[in-house]
């Protein structure tokens, strides 16, 4: 059963905590990237990764890192810098030809702040 | 140049009637434009995509128009649905290898019994 994986579902974050929010997927696609969702505003990139080792910033990368160690896989932490980080929080990967580019997301993981 | 200006924001229609979400532009470089359907809770999935080079592109009750010269396309849902209500994103992206997208704000369709 192939696709994307997010987890968790829900996550807490205390104030000053750095949360991990994880991104798996089987689709053996290249490219993976991280979105954040607010109501009224689409989806906004924080980070994206076109190979393993590599990754850039968004266009809202302040306050979150991530890592690409594995084609798989593709974490990203929401640090303390991060002050408004109540979102939810969409992981993709995608392929493409000369014709099409697909991005296909996974379930998501939406963060709250306690 | 990297915007992507969506409307309306919202929309309600008629079960049998057409939802029209139109989208606009400013970069001419962008080759690539998809649609994208999102249920609350869940998601987008790519819902159908145009290149330039046609004017329309139909794939069932789904239909986009584009006009290049207006630097515009839009999404038309014909014999709209209950099940058609969801979050609709338009999107565009430039010839660059590096598979960005960039989202339009995003529209809410409602479509009543």
């Known amino acids: 059963d192939g696709g994307i994986t997010q987890s968790p579902k829900y996550l807490f974050r205390k104030e000053g905590q750095n949360v991990t929010l994880s991104c798996e997927q089987n689709?053996?696609?290249?490219?993976m990237y991280w979105y954040r969702q607010d109501p009224g505003q689409g989806l906004r990139l924080i980070y994206y990764?076109?190979?393993?080792?590599?990754?850039q910033k968004g266009d809202i990368a302040e306050g979150y890192s991530v890592s690409r160690e594995k084609k798989e896989s593709f974490p990203l932490t929401v640090t303390s810098a991060q002050k408004n980080p109540t979102a939810f929080y969409l992981c993709?990967?995608?392929?493409?030809?000369?014709?099409?580019?697909?991005?296909?997301f996974g379930p998501g993981t939406r963060l709250l702040v306690l | 140049q990297q915007q992507v200006k969506q409307s309306p924001q919202s929309l309600i229609v008629q079960k049998g009637g057409i939802s029209i979400i139109n989208c606009a532009y400013e970069?001419?470089?962008?080759?690539?434009f998809p649609w994208y359907q999102q249920f609350p809770g869940k998601g987008p999935a790519l819902l159908i995509a145009?290149?330039?080079?046609?004017s329309e592109k139909k794939e069932g009750r789904f239909t986009i128009s584009f006009n290049k010269s207006a630097k515009q396309f839009s999404l038309h849902i014909m014999d709209s649905q209950p099940g058609d209500s969801a979050t609709y994103f338009c999107?565009?992206?430039?010839?660059?290898?590096?598979?960005?997208?960039?989202f339009g704000q995003g529209t809410t369709l409602q479509v009543k019994p």
């Open positions: 145009i290149r330039p080079d046609v």
């Open positions: 689709l053996n696609h290249d490219a």
């Open positions: 993709a990967s995608s392929t493409h030809t000369e014709y099409q580019e697909t991005q296909y």
């Open positions: 970069n001419t470089a962008f080759d690539y």
């Open positions: 990764s076109q190979i393993v080792n590599d990754f």
């Open positions: 999107a565009a992206k430039g010839s660059s290898n590096t598979g960005k997208l960039i």
